[in-house]
């Protein structure tokens, strides 16, 4: 597609309940970000796809949250037993490679999330 | 340690002033590149400019411009000419290549007044 579509736009959940957002980068990209926004606040790293590659899972802030990316292409998070401190925009973003100057990550509009 | 820091949480500049928003980091490796991103109120990210560690002469893109200081590891953002639609969040952010992780500051909120 023209650019990183992110799908639901808006989730309301009720505590407890699991959440899936998709993430489906531009084509061609073979890395792939997954990022957390609270509210004023800055983006927090989650989870780095790279080609075939084993992803970094370093950012996800607990075993409640989990990624995968299908064929190297689309790419779900979910968020098992959602808590209100889960609420948030999450940001996917897509790149042709390693970021520079000529791989300059481009985002989506952002799932935001809310938990009731 | 992966950290970016923008001293400035808000910043107000008059239409048609220059404005430097702040931007320094931590970092023992050697490659890196330096990103700044503009977030308006529609929440979209939307890329600005890019300096490579190695690069030798400050990046710019139109109204926009890098002041890259190595030594001191800093990287601020020039916005020459303010206008009114610049008025949004900045954020810096270094992309690390040995873990191959894009880390981004906390932003500074920059609001033009006409």
């Known amino acids: 597609g023209a650019g990183v579509s992110q799908s639901p736009s808006n989730k309301v959940t009720e505590k407890g309940k699991d959440v899936e957002l998709r993430c489906d980068p531009i084509?061609?990209?073979?890395?792939l970000y997954w990022y957390r926004q609270s509210l004023g606040q800055g983006l927090e790293f989650l989870i780095y796809f790279q080609g075939n590659s084993a992803p970094d899972k370093s950012g996800l802030p607990s075993d409640r949250f989990s990624a995968e990316r299908t064929g190297g292409s689309v790419s779900t998070l979910t968020i098992q037993r959602t808590q209100q401190e889960d609420s948030a925009v999450y940001l996917c973003?897509?790149?042709?490679?390693?970021?520079?100057?000529?791989?300059?990550?481009?985002f989506g509009a952002g799932s935001r999330l809310t938990v009731l | 340690a992966q950290k970016i820091t923008q001293t400035q949480p808000g910043m107000f500049v008059q239409e048609k002033e220059a404005v430097t928003l702040d931007c320094t980091y931590d970092?023992?490796?050697?490659?890196?590149?330096l990103f700044w991103y503009k977030q308006p109120s529609s929440g979209e990210m939307i890329f600005l400019i890019y300096?490579?560690?190695?690069?030798?002469q400050n990046a710019t893109e139109g109204r926009y411009s890098l002041n890259f200081q190595k030594a001191r590891k800093s990287a601020n953002l020039v916005i020459s000419a303010s206008q009114l639609g610049d008025s949004a969040m900045y954020f810096c952010?270094?992309?690390?290549?040995?873990?191959?992780?894009?880390?981004f500051g906390q932003g500074t909120r920059l609001t033009i007044n006409p």
């Open positions: 084509s061609g990209h073979t890395a």
């Open positions: 973003a897509s790149s042709l490679g390693s970021a520079s100057g000529a791989n300059v990550l481009t």
């Open positions: 970092t023992s490796d050697p490659s890196y590149g």
């Open positions: 300096q490579g560690s190695y690069d030798q």
């Open positions: 952010a270094v992309f690390y290549q040995g873990a191959q992780k894009l880390v």
